[in-house]
């Protein structure tokens, strides 16, 4: 099986895309795509190329086929790059792509860990534990190339004017809290704040 770096390649040069290929630095993300004359879009490219350790990583066998681990410090650099930016994950085991914009990766549910590192002295290194199915899942990269098109159309909206809970995450469940804000309210605090 190819890369999949290879396979980004040749899929943003058969689309004529303009990309600047980042994959050998540590710290740039892997990719940097023109869309077109005002937007350029950075991502970062991992797969999954084998099974979890379940003890290692203390997931059940149910877990396994939907987790995947990424770096602490992947993750920051993602955001060291947004709003523009995201994560596109290649399930190499069950098939399929997995997109996820820097908002997801934000506000998505996650587990936070140290791994236990030995170079020349004993450290540690930060992972993030995820379900893949927090990711919007796509068959194709035609697929992931119109999501993150998308995400660029309605960033004013993503940004700026969604009130309420963005995204559907699996595993979460957002409720409802609080006593209900009128208008009243949004006088009160204005009146007071400003």
């Not at 990424?70 to 792509?97: E, H």
């Not at 919007?136 to 004013?156: A, G, H, P, W």
Request: proline fraction near 2%; hydrophobic fraction near 35%; aromatic fraction near 12%.
């Amino acid at each position: 099986m190819v890369s999949f770096e290879q396979e980004i390649k040749a899929f943003l040069s058969s689309r004529k895309l303009v990309y600047k290929d980042g994959s050998s630095s540590f710290k740039r993300l892997d990719f940097s795509v023109k869309l077109d004359e005002n937007w350029t879009f950075h991502f970062d490219a991992k797969e999954k190329r084998q099974k979890i350790n379940l003890f290692n990583w203390k997931i059940t066998a149910e877990q396994e086929p939907h987790t995947f681990i990424i770096d602490d410090l992947a993750a920051r650099k993602i955001l060291a790059f947004g709003p523009y930016a995201g994560m596109v994950v290649r399930d190499n085991l069950l098939g399929g792509y997995y997109f996820y914009s820097i908002l997801d990766l934000f506000l998505m549910p996650k587990t936070r860990v140290n791994r236990p590192i030995e170079k020349n002295t004993k450290a540690m290194k930060g992972k993030w534990i995820i379900d893949l199915r927090s990711g919007t899942k796509c068959s194709n990269m035609d697929e992931v190339l119109q999501l993150i098109r998308n995400y660029i159309t309605k960033r004013e909206d993503l940004f700026l004017n969604i009130l309420d809970c963005y995204g559907n995450y699996h595993g979460e469940n957002i409720g409802e809290r609080g006593e209900v804000r009128r208008a009243e309210h949004w006088d009160t605090d204005v009146k007071e704040t400003r």
